[in-house]
């Protein structure tokens, strides 16, 4: 335990200054985020927090081999994290076609798929799917749409960061409640990460993670759903609950954008946290609602890990049912003020 509170308090650190050096006007690496039609902030602002967050979990990674007894992140995982850093870097600098940021996330991915990293046991409550194919399938089409699906909810101050932080330390959460210590260890290792970068991140932010933060944490988050879901620590469902608060809100925008006929992968202000802003709420009273609504996620995910199916398909109900009342309140308050 001491070791990995040392670990801890390494990497979370090395992201504090990583990221506060990275966001000083006189930072040698200097990409600024320009606004335009579909962003919310109104001045140009760093997006290489991206950088510190990557960084800092390679020192946590090299720091764990160098410490005894101690384990890191799998190197699969470790290894799809950074092909998925590398691209969504050259991204941020050179502005790269969706299609091939894609290929080069699948490929992330079917470097889970070979080290054995498959979806197990239930994937919905009290429902198991038998097929090999099916479930490698399932592996990747969620690999995939969580990696992109963090990347299109980065777009408001400290909101990223801040689900990471949630998410990340209820799945060490459940990590600890089953016994498992490498897992813990891990899931709180993000969680430092991300809570280093967001002292600078929250609003007013001072930097942005750029793509290369974003959709390295969603990889992650995919990555760690199919590790615990192997582990039994958590079925890869209630990992899924964890991040609902990104899950919900970034499919439901994609659905309601394709059956418009728009171009899905064009960067937008359609998601609700950003529809909020534009109707006048601050970001950081936007952004501290979307907390407690994380905050209520894992709250229920935690509640109902070894509930009954009946009682978690009740929970799951009215869940879904709570995240439709919150739609149906921003469209309210968007008749409201006019938008």
């Not at 990995?4 to 390494?10: F, G, P, R």
Request: hydrophobic share 55%.
């Amino acid at each position: 335990m001491l070791l990995t509170a040392v670990i801890l308090i390494i990497v979370g650190l090395a992201s504090l200054a990583l990221t506060g050096w990275l966001a000083r006007p006189g930072a040698p690496i200097r990409l600024l985020d320009q606004p335009n039609e579909r962003s919310l902030h109104a001045t140009p602002t760093p997006r290489t927090g991206g950088l510190a967050i990557c960084v800092a979990l390679l020192v946590s990674w090299v720091v764990s081999l160098w410490l005894p007894q101690t384990e890191g992140l799998p190197v699969q995982i470790l290894s799809g994290a950074i092909v998925v850093a590398g691209i969504s870097i050259l991204d941020d600098r050179y502005g790269l076609s969706q299609w091939l940021r894609l290929l080069v996330q699948l490929g992330a991915a079917l470097l889970l798929i070979r080290g054995g990293f498959i979806i197990q046991g239930e994937i919905l409550p009290g429902w198991a799917l038998a097929s090999g194919l099916g479930l490698t399938l399932l592996t990747v089409v969620m690999t995939l749409w969580l990696t992109n699906l963090y990347n299109f909810m980065d777009g408001m101050d400290g909101f990223a960061a801040g689900m990471a932080v949630i998410g990340f330390g209820t799945l060490a959460l459940l990590g600890w409640g089953q016994g498992d210590g490498l897992f813990t260890a891990a899931s709180l290792t993000v969680c430092a990460v991300a809570a280093g970068f967001l002292w600078f991140n929250f609003p007013p932010a001072r930097i942005f993670m750029g793509d290369s933060g974003s959709t390295t944490l969603g990889f992650l988050a995919a990555a760690f759903a199919v590790w615990g879901s192997r582990r039994g620590v958590a079925p890869v469902w209630l990992t899924l609950v964890v991040f609902s608060p990104f899950v919900v809100d970034a499919t439901v925008t994609l659905l309601r954008r394709a059956l418009r006929g728009e171009a899905v992968w064009r960067a937008h202000r359609s998601h609700y946290y950003q529809r909020l802003v534009q109707s006048g709420w601050s970001h950081r009273r936007t952004v501290l609602v979307e907390y407690a609504i994380m905050l209520a996620s894992a709250g229920v995910a935690l509640a109902i890990r070894d509930a009954d199916a009946g009682v978690q398909w009740a929970v799951l109900a009215a869940l879904l049912a709570g995240y439709a009342v919150a739609a149906l309140t921003v469209h309210e308050i968007e008749r409201r003020t006019g938008q």
